[in-house]
């Protein structure tokens, strides 16, 4: 089983920036995909930002395009997420999470991973 810790949450202004960690113990994820999601409170979980295991393949939702960056260390087994431009909007619970190979569901799906880690909270003042 694979445990998951993020770091680098925190409070930040309208147009700055966050660096989120994940660390991964347990089992390597190296030949898993991993990704993020975030919860806003009083809303569903959604999904962020995918890496795939050779870092050969990022999917990014249409709201962080452009402004976050996926990123993963093998070596390290860790996975990182760049958040530039950071908006109001972008206030949520950030978790990361380990893919399930055996999972039927996409990438874009919290159905698709089976370890989650306890998320670190982001908040964007205006």
């Known amino acids: 089983q694979v445990q998951l810790v993020e770091e680098g949450g925190g409070l930040v202004q309208a147009g700055g920036s966050l660096r989120l960690s994940c660390a991964a113990s347990?089992?390597?994820?190296?030949?898993?995909?991993m990704g993020w999601f975030r919860q806003a409170p009083g809303k569903e979980r959604e999904f962020v930002a995918a890496?795939?295991?050779?870092?050969?393949?990022?999917y990014y939702a249409d709201s962080v395009k452009g402004r976050f960056t996926i990123s993963r260390d093998n070596a390290k087994n860790s996975v990182h997420l760049q958040m530039n431009s950071l908006k109001p909007e972008d206030t949520a619970v950030y978790s990361c999470?380990?893919?399930?190979?055996?999972?039927?569901?996409?990438?874009?799906?919290?159905?698709?991973?089976?370890?989650w880690g306890q998320g670190t909270q982001v908040t964007v003042s205006s």
């Open positions: 347990g089992r390597t994820v190296s030949t898993y995909t």
């Open positions: 999470a380990a893919g399930n190979p055996a999972s039927v569901f996409g990438i874009r799906s919290v159905w698709g991973y089976n370890a």
């Open positions: 890496v795939t295991w050779a870092a050969s393949n990022t």
